[in-house]
């Protein structure tokens, strides 16, 4: 059956358009979230030039939440001639299904034949996902937030991001950041960027690729393969006040090591927490230093408690408070400690969907942390049942 | 926030009981949710190379989730425990 050249399609919650003119499938929505921008077959010859497609014999089903549409495309310019069928399928539980068959009717050089999957950049630019490698193995990684020279995930297999998981069968697939050439879009493709090029095609030579996306109703979650990261040291914190005279007790009989933490406004105080520290000598992992008169603990003043405690524990300085505290008052490059700060992922609404709505929030603090310093955060403390400032 | 690779340490103000006593992390694997609000997890690694993955159940019914492809079901508002392994 001849249709218009645009078709509004539907695959269960999936909404999408079919292009006849050039066998697009453009903008698959869930709701108001765009998930994938574009799925399309392209035979590109040795100068990337893209042979322009010829669409014909297509046949459509078009049902109220699902579809099957099959075309065959022919490719000729020069010496290239290329035939490839394609059938795409919608299903009523949220899975669309492109498949390229092609063939080669004549012998060429080519850089790049088959399917090729645009993710929009406005949903995905920073945004994590999990890839599924060709060897099978998992990682965990995040769209670049700025345009990435390199590609940023290589043999890849399937993708997954939001609720939506893309497969790519047939080659290995790897991604580049389109935005590199005035794109808005990030292009997952076959055919490696390390692998030579052109490549001679001989005629019947065949390339078969499926992509599938599904949307994702049911919670998965993915576990990367390797380790990544160092598990963070979760340690017992003490407050010490120095204006007491009996301040010292509370570094007497502690075994385990501890986060010592003190606000001081003169040199005298630091003295005598020194002399107390020699004479008890407590098992001290990192000195939480705060001065009274700073919102965040200086230079000036963590390089002072530094040369009185000397050598043998981890300092931080920093605020009793939030991470809008050092995000407003930087520290320099060279700031002698780590960055201490306090979190709780209720500070403006104490319920509990709140508090899980925020677990996300509290990574943010540590990344961008890393835009303005080279230190690592101590994160202390941990307020889970609300506010509650020292 | 372990996942950002830039965490020395934390403290909590309460104590909280994170079923860590028979299994010492070294490494946390990263992890993702496709639906963080309803069901996150926490994997990690001892210096043995065991694995033990923390999944959590937000919400206040059984939750059946795919992890990496293997079916778990977590009870309402509880951590399941997968491994060591």
């Not at chain 1, 099959?70 to 290239?80: A, G, M, Q």
């Not at chain 1, 340690?235 to 120095?242: A, K, T």
């Not at chain 1, 609404?349 to 101590?378: C, R, W, Y």
């Amino acid at each position: 059956m001849e249709t218009k050249s645009v078709l509004e399609l539907r695959a269960g919650p999936l909404t999408m358009t079919f292009d006849a003119s050039n066998a697009f499938i453009r903008h698959i929505r869930w709701g108001g979230q765009e998930l994938v921008r574009a799925i399309y077959g392209a035979v590109r010859d040795h100068n990337w030039a893209t042979i322009p497609s010829a669409i014909t014999n297509l046949k459509t089903e078009l049902g109220n939440d699902s579809f099957r549409i099959t075309f065959d495309v022919t490719c000729c310019e020069r010496e290239i001639d290329y035939f490839w069928r394609g059938s795409i399928r919608g299903d009523p539980s949220g899975k669309v299904t492109y498949v390229f068959d092609g063939e080669a009717r004549s012998n060429f050089q080519r850089n790049r034949i088959g399917l090729c999957v645009l993710h929009p950049v406005e949903d995905c630019a920073g945004r994590r996902c999990a890839i599924e490698h060709v060897d099978g193995s998992r990682e965990i990684g995040t769209f670049p937030r700025t345009i990435w020279p390199e590609q940023p995930f290589f043999d890849i297999r399937a993708i997954e991001y939001s609720q939506v998981q893309i497969r790519c069968e047939g080659e290995t697939f790897e991604m580049e950041d389109q935005r590199n050439y005035g794109d808005a879009s990030f292009k997952t493709y076959s055919t490696p960027q390390r692998l030579p090029k052109p490549a001679p095609v001989s005629v019947g030579q065949r390339v078969r690729h499926e992509v599938s996306v599904t949307l994702t109703e049911h919670p998965r979650i993915i576990v990367a393969d390797r380790p990544k990261f160092s598990f963070p040291n979760i340690g017992r914190r003490i407050d010490i006040d120095l204006s007491r005279p009996d301040f010292a007790k509370a570094l007497e009989h502690i075994a385990e090591p501890l986060h010592i933490a003190f606000t001081y406004s003169s040199e005298d105080e630091l003295k005598k927490l020194a002399e107390a520290v020699k004479r008890i000598k407590p098992n001290i992992a990192v000195w939480l230093v705060y001065h009274k008169n700073e919102t965040c603990t200086s230079t000036q003043s963590l390089l002072a408690a530094r040369k009185a405690l000397g050598a043998g524990a981890e300092f931080a300085g920093g605020t009793r408070e939030w991470f809008v505290d050092w995000n407003t008052q930087r520290p320099p490059k060279d700031y002698p400690g780590m960055l201490a700060y306090a979190a709780t992922p209720h500070i403006h609404q104490p319920d509990f969907t709140t508090m899980i709505e925020n677990i996300a929030g509290l990574a943010h603090g540590p990344e961008s942390a890393k835009a303005f310093s080279d230190n690592p955060v101590v994160i202390s403390p941990i307020t889970l049942s609300g506010p509650n400032l020292p | 926030m372990a996942q950002t690779g830039n965490v020395h340490s934390l403290t909590l103000e309460q104590r909280v009981d994170l079923g860590l006593s028979d299994f010492k992390p070294v490494h946390v694997l990263a992890t993702q949710s496709s639906h963080p609000l309803v069901t996150d997890a926490l994997a990690m690694v001892d210096p043995e190379g065991h694995r033990l993955t923390l999944i959590v159940n937000f919400t206040d019914r059984a939750l059946k989730v795919s992890l990496n492809g293997k079916e778990q079901t977590v009870p309402a508002n509880q951590v399941l425990r997968v491994g060591p392994a």
